[in-house]
Protein backbone atom coordinates (compact mmCIF):
# COMPACT_ATOMS: atom_id res chain seq x y z
CA UNK A 1 0.00 0.00 0.00
CA UNK A 2 1.31 3.33 -1.05
CA UNK A 3 1.99 6.24 0.92
CA UNK A 4 -0.13 9.45 0.14
CA UNK A 5 2.38 12.18 -0.71
CA UNK A 6 2.63 15.25 1.25
CA UNK A 7 1.45 18.67 -0.24
CA UNK A 8 4.42 20.84 -0.48
CA UNK A 9 4.41 24.52 0.79
CA UNK A 10 3.53 25.82 -2.98
CA UNK A 11 0.90 23.66 -3.24
CA UNK A 12 -0.77 24.69 0.26
CA UNK A 13 -0.24 28.19 -0.93
CA UNK A 14 -1.74 27.65 -4.16
CA UNK A 15 -4.62 25.80 -2.59
CA UNK A 16 -5.05 28.97 -0.06
CA UNK A 17 -5.19 31.48 -2.61
CA UNK A 18 -7.80 29.49 -4.58
CA UNK A 19 -9.78 29.38 -1.42
CA UNK A 20 -9.39 32.76 -0.83
CA UNK A 21 -10.45 33.77 -4.63
CA UNK A 22 -13.66 31.94 -3.81
CA UNK A 23 -13.90 34.07 -0.98
CA UNK A 24 -13.83 37.25 -2.34
CA UNK A 25 -15.91 36.25 -4.98
CA UNK A 26 -19.05 35.38 -2.92
CA UNK A 27 -18.31 38.10 -1.17
CA UNK A 28 -18.59 40.34 -4.35
CA UNK A 29 -21.55 38.76 -5.59
CA UNK A 30 -23.58 39.30 -2.15
CA UNK A 31 -22.37 42.47 -2.02
CA UNK A 32 -23.60 43.32 -5.03
CA UNK A 33 -27.18 41.32 -4.22
CA UNK A 34 -27.36 43.78 -1.47
CA UNK A 35 -27.00 46.57 -3.85
CA UNK A 36 -29.12 45.25 -6.69
CA UNK A 37 -32.25 44.45 -4.11
CA UNK A 38 -32.28 47.79 -2.68
CA UNK A 39 -32.18 49.58 -5.94
CA UNK A 40 -34.22 47.20 -7.43
CA UNK A 41 -36.53 45.49 -5.22
CA UNK A 42 -36.60 41.60 -4.69
CA UNK A 43 -39.26 40.94 -7.52
CA UNK A 44 -37.24 43.74 -10.08
CA UNK A 45 -33.66 42.61 -9.41
CA UNK A 46 -32.25 39.26 -11.75
CA UNK A 47 -29.53 36.72 -11.32
CA UNK A 48 -28.29 38.94 -14.37
CA UNK A 49 -28.37 42.57 -12.80
CA UNK A 50 -26.41 41.44 -9.58
CA UNK A 51 -23.72 39.62 -11.46
CA UNK A 52 -23.66 42.85 -13.33
CA UNK A 53 -22.84 44.68 -10.32
CA UNK A 54 -20.47 42.41 -9.41
CA UNK A 55 -18.56 42.38 -12.41
CA UNK A 56 -18.92 38.82 -12.94
CA UNK A 57 -20.92 36.03 -14.95
CA UNK A 58 -24.39 34.88 -14.58
CA UNK A 59 -22.34 31.57 -14.09
CA UNK A 60 -20.39 32.83 -11.66
CA UNK A 61 -23.98 33.19 -9.36
CA UNK A 62 -25.07 30.00 -10.20
CA UNK A 63 -21.54 28.29 -9.05
CA UNK A 64 -22.24 30.05 -5.18
CA UNK A 65 -25.84 30.17 -4.92
CA UNK A 66 -28.84 27.90 -6.40
CA UNK A 67 -31.05 30.64 -6.94
CA UNK A 68 -31.77 34.68 -6.56
CA UNK A 69 -33.91 33.57 -3.56
CA UNK A 70 -31.14 31.54 -1.87
CA UNK A 71 -28.40 34.49 -2.58
CA UNK A 72 -31.16 36.65 -1.31
CA UNK A 73 -31.90 34.28 1.89
CA UNK A 74 -27.87 34.09 2.45
CA UNK A 75 -27.62 38.03 2.56
CA UNK A 76 -30.64 38.08 4.75
CA UNK A 77 -28.90 35.81 7.64
CA UNK A 78 -25.97 37.92 7.83
CA UNK A 79 -28.23 40.70 8.16
CA UNK A 80 -29.97 39.32 11.19
CA UNK A 81 -26.62 37.89 12.69
CA UNK A 82 -25.15 41.84 12.67
CA UNK A 83 -28.79 43.31 13.79
CA UNK A 84 -28.97 40.68 16.66
CA UNK A 85 -25.07 41.29 17.42
CA UNK A 86 -26.07 45.23 17.68
CA UNK A 87 -28.77 44.61 20.26
CA UNK A 88 -27.11 42.25 21.90
CA UNK A 89 -24.21 44.43 22.60
CA UNK A 90 -26.89 47.49 23.48
CA UNK A 91 -28.44 45.35 25.40
CA UNK A 92 -25.08 44.76 27.87
CA UNK A 93 -25.01 48.21 28.60
CA UNK A 94 -28.46 48.92 30.07
CA UNK A 95 -27.66 49.79 33.08
CA UNK A 96 -31.14 51.40 34.38
CA UNK A 97 -34.53 51.13 33.41
CA UNK A 98 -33.83 54.34 31.38
CA UNK A 99 -31.16 52.69 29.18
CA UNK A 100 -32.91 50.05 29.34
CA UNK A 101 -36.17 51.41 27.33
CA UNK A 102 -33.79 53.14 25.21
CA UNK A 103 -33.19 49.86 24.14
CA UNK A 104 -36.54 50.28 22.21
CA UNK A 105 -34.98 52.97 19.44
CA UNK A 106 -31.37 51.89 19.64
CA UNK A 107 -32.59 48.40 17.71
CA UNK A 108 -34.88 50.22 15.08
CA UNK A 109 -31.75 52.03 14.02
CA UNK A 110 -30.39 49.45 11.64
CA UNK A 111 -33.83 48.94 9.68
CA UNK A 112 -34.72 52.85 9.68
CA UNK A 113 -31.70 53.76 7.97
CA UNK A 114 -32.13 51.12 5.27
CA UNK A 115 -35.83 51.87 4.16
CA UNK A 116 -34.84 50.00 0.77
CA UNK A 117 -34.21 46.80 2.25
CA UNK A 118 -37.20 46.68 4.15
CA UNK A 119 -38.63 47.07 0.98
CA UNK A 120 -37.38 44.55 -0.76
CA UNK A 121 -37.90 42.13 2.38
CA UNK A 122 -41.81 42.75 2.56
CA UNK A 123 -41.40 41.66 -1.58
CA UNK A 124 -39.34 38.52 -0.60
CA UNK A 125 -42.05 37.81 2.03
CA UNK A 126 -45.13 37.89 0.28
CA UNK A 127 -43.20 35.44 -2.81
CA UNK A 128 -42.13 33.02 -0.22
CA UNK A 129 -45.46 32.76 1.35
CA UNK A 130 -46.80 31.28 -2.00
CA UNK A 131 -43.99 28.42 -1.37
CA UNK A 132 -43.82 26.44 1.27
CA UNK A 133 -40.52 24.96 1.17
CA UNK A 134 -38.87 29.08 0.80
CA UNK A 135 -41.38 30.23 3.26
CA UNK A 136 -40.19 27.11 5.14
CA UNK A 137 -36.28 28.10 5.10
CA UNK A 138 -37.47 32.21 5.60
CA UNK A 139 -39.16 31.11 8.82
CA UNK A 140 -36.34 29.57 10.36
CA UNK A 141 -34.23 32.92 9.55
CA UNK A 142 -36.87 34.53 11.04
CA UNK A 143 -36.40 33.08 14.22
CA UNK A 144 -33.69 34.02 14.64
CA UNK A 145 -34.93 37.84 14.21
CA UNK A 146 -37.82 36.52 17.25
CA UNK A 147 -35.33 35.23 19.51
CA UNK A 148 -32.94 37.63 19.27
CA UNK A 149 -35.58 40.42 19.91
CA UNK A 150 -36.92 38.51 22.80
CA UNK A 151 -33.48 38.15 24.45
CA UNK A 152 -33.69 41.90 24.22
CA UNK A 153 -36.59 42.28 25.67
CA UNK A 154 -35.43 39.97 28.67
CA UNK A 155 -32.61 42.03 29.50
CA UNK A 156 -35.33 45.10 28.88
CA UNK A 157 -37.35 44.25 31.82
CA UNK A 158 -35.00 42.83 34.23
CA UNK A 159 -33.04 46.48 34.27
CA UNK A 160 -36.47 48.24 34.20
CA UNK A 161 -37.58 46.11 37.39
CA UNK A 162 -40.81 44.93 35.89
CA UNK A 163 -42.50 42.00 34.91
CA UNK A 164 -43.34 41.18 30.57
CA UNK A 165 -47.25 41.27 30.32
CA UNK A 166 -46.82 38.91 28.13
CA UNK A 167 -44.35 35.97 27.01
CA UNK A 168 -41.20 37.31 25.47
CA UNK A 169 -41.52 35.90 22.35
CA UNK A 170 -44.89 36.75 21.61
CA UNK A 171 -44.12 40.19 22.67
CA UNK A 172 -41.06 40.18 20.29
CA UNK A 173 -44.17 39.20 17.48
CA UNK A 174 -46.04 41.71 18.17
CA UNK A 175 -43.43 44.16 18.27
CA UNK A 176 -41.65 43.54 14.62
CA UNK A 177 -45.40 43.53 13.71
CA UNK A 178 -45.97 47.17 14.65
CA UNK A 179 -42.91 48.22 13.56
CA UNK A 180 -43.66 46.21 10.09
CA UNK A 181 -47.26 48.05 9.95
CA UNK A 182 -45.38 51.36 11.12
CA UNK A 183 -43.46 50.88 8.10
CA UNK A 184 -45.81 50.38 5.94
CA UNK A 185 -48.04 53.44 7.14
CA UNK A 186 -45.05 55.88 7.15
CA UNK A 187 -44.37 54.71 3.34
CA UNK A 188 -47.74 55.38 2.44
CA UNK A 189 -48.28 58.82 4.31
CA UNK A 190 -44.66 60.05 3.10
CA UNK A 191 -43.73 60.76 6.83
CA UNK A 192 -43.10 58.69 10.53
CA UNK A 193 -45.94 57.81 12.66
CA UNK A 194 -46.28 60.62 15.30
CA UNK A 195 -43.96 59.99 18.22
CA UNK A 196 -47.33 60.07 20.72
CA UNK A 197 -49.19 57.17 19.05
CA UNK A 198 -46.01 55.24 19.32
CA UNK A 199 -45.49 56.16 23.08
CA UNK A 200 -49.12 55.08 23.64
CA UNK A 201 -48.38 51.67 22.08
CA UNK A 202 -44.95 51.30 23.52
CA UNK A 203 -46.57 52.11 26.69
CA UNK A 204 -49.68 49.22 26.54
CA UNK A 205 -47.63 46.58 24.58
CA UNK A 206 -44.72 47.09 26.89
CA UNK A 207 -46.03 48.86 30.26
CA UNK A 208 -43.08 51.16 30.40
CA UNK A 209 -42.89 54.91 30.14
CA UNK A 210 -40.35 56.61 27.66
CA UNK A 211 -37.68 58.14 29.97
CA UNK A 212 -37.71 61.38 27.84
CA UNK A 213 -41.53 61.95 28.15
CA UNK A 214 -43.31 62.27 30.98
CA UNK A 215 -46.66 61.62 29.19
CA UNK A 216 -45.28 58.28 27.82
CA UNK A 217 -44.79 59.52 24.34
CA UNK A 218 -42.12 57.57 22.58
CA UNK A 219 -39.37 58.65 20.28
CA UNK A 220 -39.64 56.00 17.23
Known amino acids: MGTQAKATPAARRRRASRADQVAERRR ?3 DAAGVAFRRDGYLAATVDAIADVAGLTKGAVYSHFTSK ?3 FLTLLEELVAQRSAHNAAAAAHASDAESAVALLDIARVPSVDDPEWRLALLEFRVVAARDPELNARYARVHDVTIEGVSQMFAAMYEQAGIDPPLPLRALARAALGMDTGAFLEEVVAGHPVPP ?5 LRTR ?3 VDDPGDASGGGTT
Open 28 to 30: SLL
Open 69 to 71: ADL
Open 196 to 200: EIAGV
Open 205 to 207: LFG
